[in-house]
């Protein structure tokens, strides 16, 4: 049996035409690879952003369940033109939306998660010979309900498909050439990386590099799906692997350095130190889906016995944030609440530093060194986290990157430009 | 049991969001009649138009599967806005495509023909006072093969909705206010008709009129489904209804004045007069699909033993036409083929002319006083067709709806320019 190439084109990689044509080009090269090709499809360009545009013309806050339908389009158009296109140059292929594939999910509108995927279709299909192009960050429920995946859904797809279809691998074709060790904006000789872990690219997701949703990854490490992340424009660039840290040598204690700008501080002060007090107000964040990053309760003050908390959120969710922070003060009776978006979260993420001590105190006095004041700290076991005001922010990232070695002697090719800080 | 009533709005009719809200408030009125609305929408604009072109730049022939799977995306897009503008009104509604209603049609792309629709989701919702929208132009087939039903098909599939759900009326929306006597373009007093039979009506489409398609008029009659056209702009004008001709009242023998300047004449000379010859030539015309409207076939020559033939087709056909007729001509040794398309046809149509005679002679002596030469006559029960010269159409037109005094007294609202002859 032949082996099945999952292969999934973001929204750039197909914004018109000529690039539809240029990814049929890579398609190609796959099949003639004597592989069975699966193909899956972002919207065109900036075709969401368009049809989201028409819906708020329309209505302020339109219901979940037509913004499905209405967003769900945006695949089916690229798909289409993508199988018209591989047809066009001699190759036999068929475009399948997730209703009639039946990629399953659960019955909630614009984040909804997979619970199954039918292959009886696709299987069918490529034993035609056939390459099939999937429209990916969409579901259907079990009812025929339209639905979405959220934020990095098409990535999602693929790699639940790839799973389902036990695929051989999962490449994620996208604008950049792989994953660096830091943003070439701010660290031009930023080294890509061959491989990384699984895990170590989940951290690397969290703490702000935006090549990978972590969905996905964790989606590919809970079926140890291997993924490469690649350039749809650079074919021969074998980009970054992503596999198993059972599977990969690793040969520095800190894979990269990642700066996330788009977070928020809040600090609740004075609240009464009595137990479950900090319950009620992250239980009533959870229930909004309100994901909280790092949080720092203080001792409890002797006197007032009361104490502050304060914690980090995505700027995104500020306002409902506010909207609860201030309902559970006056229920907690606590005191004042501020928010503080001036701040950057700076990581150090590698697996390898479970074994080596000392990576911490060097990230630390690092930072002392280059005059930087820490504001907070979150670890996990192969990442540290510190808080740090927002215009230290690059020159963090240039000097942990130096002090762990992680640059290369070539510049790396560097796409946009950075947001202003 | 509340009374269901079918609304169908076309492409103009919901080219932008601000027209999209416009139909909402149309929707909203006949709710608030007290009638439960089902809604039948076609993609906004242009939409259809620009997804060809993309089409086309991808591939000069695309499959037609994959011009289905591409076209059928707008009418999602026109159909999940309209939902949202209704429910941006404060009214509940939900849209459906045709694979999660079930509209099955056959399995044949870009021209299907529906064979059976399921109610079930839509009774329910109906029950739960919800507004449906529905994208109209598209179907599903029993294996899941997402179809289009071609010109005119969100028309069709409104009226097939309508007799589905035994709705009492079935209004298609448009950009005119209603049928009239004939192109208010031509002849500026032309009146709209309050009323008009299935028959007629089917007559006028292919005579040229293009207010609506003959497909939806010819389901509309097999279900004795009352239709009613009338404008998007207008709700307070009951437009035109078009019903059974046993149910009208019929004041004059002619309804209707119609030009078709689509056509092109062939003639094909000098065919041997054996049995079979002209069936030959016609069988193979049927076998591409191309539908032949007027024919004559000449006495046949007592010399030469041959004769000629004479007809008509549509421009768009008029390619593949001439291959095929240059092949079968080679095949019966015919003689030379002539293509001419500076024709016009010019119609009377009505139900009224069964019973008194003398219609077509007042027709021909009309052209002929016009100094207009007739170089073709076709007629069913109902209808006189007249072949004449391109040039002399508009005066025919004005000619004809004068004779059968077929005026009013108020000059109709001109919508667009008379494309040139």
Do not use: W
């Not at 025929?144 to 389902?164: H, K, N, P, Q, Y």
């Not at 690397?204 to 140890?224: D, F, I, M």
């Not at 501020?338 to 993420?349: G, L, P, Q, T, Y």
């Not at 990232?397 to 002697?409: E, I, P, S, T």
């Amino acid at each position: 049996m032949k082996k099945i190439i999952v292969q999934k084109f973001g929204g750039t990689s197909v914004a018109d035409t000529n690039k539809i044509k240029h990814v049929a080009d890579v398609i190609i090269k796959e099949k003639q690879n004597g592989n069975d090709v699966v193909v899956v499809v972002s919207a065109m360009g900036h075709t969401t952003d368009h049809l989201l545009k028409l819906a708020h013309e329309i209505n302020a806050a339109p219901s979940e369940r037509e913004l499905d339908m209405l967003l769900s389009t945006g695949e089916c158009v690229s798909m289409s033109l993508l199988t018209m296109a591989l047809q066009s140059k001699g190759y036999d292929a068929i475009s399948y939306n997730a209703s009639q594939i039946g990629i399953i999910t659960e019955n909630v509108h614009t984040k909804a998660r997979i619970v199954d995927i039918k292959t009886d279709k696709l299987k069918k299909s490529l034993e035609e010979g056939k390459i099939i192009v999937i429209a990916g960050f969409q579901g259907v429920t079990p009812e025929g309900e339209i639905t979405t995946l959220g934020r990095g859904g098409s990535d999602t797809s693929a790699v639940a498909i790839a799973s389902a279809l036990g695929a051989e691998r999962c490449d994620i074709y996208t604008d950049v050439e792989g994953v660096y060790t830091t943003d070439p904006r701010i660290v031009p000789n930023a080294s890509k990386l061959d491989e990384i872990s699984y895990e170590e690219m989940l951290e690397l997701a969290h703490a702000g590099a935006n090549v990978l949703h972590p969905r996905s990854v964790e989606t590919a490490k809970q079926y140890s799906m291997p993924l490469r992340v690649r350039s749809t424009f650079k074919y021969d660039d074998k980009g970054t692997l992503i596999l198993g840290v059972d599977k990969m040598e690793i040969y520095k204690p800190v894979a990269g350095v990642a700066q996330d700008l788009s977070q928020v501080r809040v600090v609740v002060c004075d609240i009464p130190d009595t137990p479950g007090e900090a319950a009620t107000l992250f239980s009533s964040l959870a229930k909004e889906n309100i994901s909280v990053d790092m949080i720092i309760q203080s001792y409890a003050r002797k006197v007032s016995q009361t104490n502050d908390i304060a914690f980090t959120i995505n700027k995104e969710d500020l306002e409902k944030t506010e909207e609860i922070v201030n309902k559970v003060k006056d229920k907690l009776h606590a005191g004042d609440v501020s928010f503080d978006d001036n701040i950057a979260k700076i990581s150090i993420v590698g697996a390898g530093m479970i074994d080596r001590p000392g990576i911490a105190s060097t990230m630390f006095q690092t930072l002392a060194d280059a005059g930087i004041n820490i504001r907070m700290i979150s670890t996990s076991e192969i990442k540290i986290s510190c808080l740090i005001n927002k215009e230290d922010s690059q020159k963090a990232v240039k000097a942990l990157h130096k002090v762990f070695n992680l640059g290369c002697d070539t510049i790396a090719e560097v796409k946009g430009t950075l947001p202003d800080v």
